[in-house]
Each structure stands twice: as C-alpha cells, then as structure tokens.
Nanobody, 124 residues
Framework: QAQLVESGGGSVQAGGSLKLSCTAS????????MGWFRQTAGGQREGVAV???????TYSDSVKGRFTISRDNAKNTLYLQMNSLKPEDTAMYYC??????????????????WGQGTQVTVSS
C-alpha cells in the first residue's frame, strides 16, 4: 500500500516561490504516473501538473510556464517548483499517484493514492 506525504507549503507574497515535496513510502513503481492537484475551500479538486511514467508532463493552463513538476525515483519523491506565485494559486495542494504510466488529466478520480495535502497561501 503506497502512502504519500506532502511538505513545503506555506505563506508567501505574490511573485514569490515555493517548492512542494511529496515523499512516498510503501511500493511506488518508478513508472507510475504521479501528479499534483489543488483544491480551494468550497471548490473542486483540479489538476495542476502530472508526470507520466515515460517522463511526459502536462500542466494546467493557469500554471504553465510558472510551475515545474519533477521526480527523484532514488528518493521516492515528487516535487513541484512554483514560481511567480499569484493569490489565485492559494489552495490545499495534494500529491497523487496511480499504478499506470499514463496520466489522465485533469481527472482526479483516476488516481488511486493521495496524500493529506499541504496548504499554500499567496498574499497580494
């Protein structure tokens, strides 16, 4: 059973940067699809970025050019580098994984494993 734990969230001013980490324990295949999703209070969970088993990436239009997803299989860790943050990026950020190389996006229902989330707050 895979377990995911996010870290790195916090409060930052607009224009600042944060780097989120998602550390996996249990079995996570090196070719599994992994990704980041976010959810605001009262809102739906939306896809931010996903990384497929072959290394392909997909980003939402709202973060393209500002966020970068990456993975270190040796450390069982997924990252999300967030630059030029905006107040509208404020949300709870979740790490997710699915035991397949393909990455449906944005389709949170297709992901089997989830972390507890880490809060990101961007002030203007």
């Amino acid at each position: 059973q895979a377990q995911l734990v996010e870290s790195g969230g916090g409060s930052v001013q607009a224009g600042g940067s944060l780097k989120l980490s998602c550390t996996a324990s249990g079995y996570i295949g090196s070719t599994w699809c992994m990704g980041w999703f976010r959810q605001t209070a009262g809102g739906q969970r939306e896809g931010v970025a996903v990384l497929g088993g072959a290394g392909s990436t997909t980003y939402s239009d709202s973060v393209k050019g500002r966020f970068t997803i990456s993975r270190d299989n040796a450390k069982n860790t997924l990252y999300l580098q967030m630059n030029s943050l905006k107040p509208e990026d404020t949300a709870m950020y979740y790490c997710a994984a699915r035991p397949r190389a393909s990455c449906p996006f944005p389709a949170p229902a297709d992901y089997d494993y989830w972390g507890q989330g880490t809060q990101v707050t961007v002030s203007s």
